[in-house]
């Protein structure tokens, strides 16, 4: 029997072996208040789209870096990549999708994909606002992609970069040796074509993640330090910094159950809960497609294998609005990631 329960344990998904872990299943499992619970005290549930103005792309899981915190498992050896094909279903939907303001690719390093510029300049070209989480280090990873400031400019893109820490040995220690040195290669290059500097209108934000399980300190604070210690040091000055709240998923999950601190950081999570941020978490006014097309709420329910509810179309070439726009979310205990304290979101705190 416990043989047969172990094969069965072994035939799950990535996804949906962290799925049991998060609701209490299994030896490392522990179970929580349930967040539908907390969504329905306070008359969130069930916890509904807005409508979509925001259209999130993953473009790949390939990565020249494998950062220890990554929430999608990205690195050099992923082979995961979106073909031109489904590219081109995303831009007749981008094309139709009236209230879709802004297109915001990920990866990965999306870069990386061979249709990147092509899409690039087919969204501009809509007049929608495009945002490329650009992880900085591949600008100088190789002469190929050097001239992706410049590149940037003319589209005018908002490029949104992680840089978990202005030292170099804390941004190292979690995105890996050399990446602050090289980061801060990248960022005087963006510097030059104008971004981040004032009157250019050119976006240069900066993603900041905790080192390890606790919760981001308060985001203008941290925003003011950043910019403070990056300018005198090194001369570079950006917009915003977004503080992000690591999530219980993916590559996280496995430190916080190797390192032994699941429990206590769930524990935070979920003692943080914030109302006004369940409120405004991403998921309600955007959608994410995966890199083969399939579609989600987020992309976190993205790396947990959670595809928007039956029976909206799954899949981006039967993408209908109807469906999409007002439809339900699926929520599990990951989202305590996206409400604890201020909140959490692509774009930093939301409360
Ligand atoms: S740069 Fe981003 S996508 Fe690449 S491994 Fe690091 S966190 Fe993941
Ligand atoms: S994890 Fe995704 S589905 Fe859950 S609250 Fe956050 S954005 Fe919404």
Avoid at 53 to 81: L, S, W
Avoid at 225 to 232: A, C, G, S, T, Y
Wanted: a neutral charge.
């Amino acid at each position: 029997m416990i043989q047969s329960l172990k094969r069965q344990h072994h035939q799950l998904s990535h996804g949906d072996k962290q799925l049991d872990i998060l609701n209490g299943k299994g030896e490392e499992g522990r179970k929580f208040d349930a967040f539908g619970g907390k969504l329905k005290e306070i008359g969130l549930l069930p916890l509904t789209s807005t409508g979509i103005e925001i259209f999130q792309i993953n473009m790949g899981k390939m990565c020249n870096q494998t950062c220890k915190h990554c929430h999608v498992d990205a690195g050099p050896d992923r082979k995961e990549i979106m073909t031109r094909d489904t590219l081109q279903d995303c831009l007749r939907v981008i094309a139709e999708g009236k209230a879709i303001t802004t297109v915001d690719l990920t990866g990965g390093a999306p870069e990386m994909n061979p249709h990147f510029r092509w899409f690039v300049e087919k969204v501009a070209s809509l007049g929608k606002k495009v945002i490329v989480r650009c992880n900085l280090t591949i600008i100088v990873a190789n002469p190929k992609y050097h001239d992706l400031p410049e590149f940037y400019r003319k589209h005018k893109v908002e490029v949104v970069s992680s840089l978990p820490h202005f030292s170099a040995a804390r941004t190292d220690s979690q995105r890996g040796e050399g990446v602050f040195e090289k980061s801060i290669r990248a960022l005087n290059m963006l510097n030059e074509q104008g971004y981040g500097k004032e009157g250019t209108g050119l976006l240069l934000d900066l993603v900041y993640n905790p080192a390890g399980a606790f919760l981001p300190a308060s985001q203008p604070a941290l925003e003011k330090e950043f910019k403070r210690k990056l300018q005198n040091k090194y001369g570079i000055s950006f917009n915003s910094l977004f503080a992000i709240t690591n999530m219980p998923i993916s590559r996280f999950l496995d430190y916080l159950l190797q390192s032994g601190n699941y429990e206590d950081y769930m524990e935070k999570l979920v003692a943080a809960f914030n109302p006004a941020a369940a409120t405004s978490v991403m998921c309600r006014n955007t959608i994410s497609v995966g890199w083969d097309g399939y579609l989600y709420d987020c992309d976190f329910n993205q790396m947990l294998e959670l595809k928007v509810k039956y029976p909206a179309a799954q899949h981006i070439s039967q993408f209908a609005f109807e469906a999409l726009d007002k439809r339900d979310i699926v929520i599990n205990q990951h989202c305590y990631g996206c409400t604890a304290g201020a909140g959490s979101s692509c774009g930093g705190s939301t409360a």
